[in-house]
């Protein structure tokens, strides 16, 4: 099954509330993700913040032509579980 995204939207510096084509809705943060010369502008957060759902690819996407597919962040942890353990 191919899976797209059907709504974005940003909610922090680097994470997105997305939801599928099958109707998951989760929360994602990229900043691990975000490494290399494409995705290096996405860590200023205003930046991060242009993401848009691309209508061809229909995934999220970013004017600089950086994108993720969506099958990747489908299979992302949510962001809930990625928090960093207190010290």
Known sequence: MIIHITKIQ?????ALELTFDN???????LRRELYGP???PLR?????AKAYLDA???TVAWPNGAD???DFLYEMQPEE????PAL
């Open 10 to 14: 940003v909610v922090g510096a680097s």
């Open 23 to 29: 109707g998951v809705c989760k929360r994602v943060n």
């Open 38 to 40: 494409i995705f290096e």
């Open 44 to 48: 200023d957060p205003a930046y991060f």
């Open 56 to 58: 061809d690819s229909r």
């Open 68 to 70: 993720f597919a969506p």
């Open 81 to 84: 579980t990625m928090l960093e």
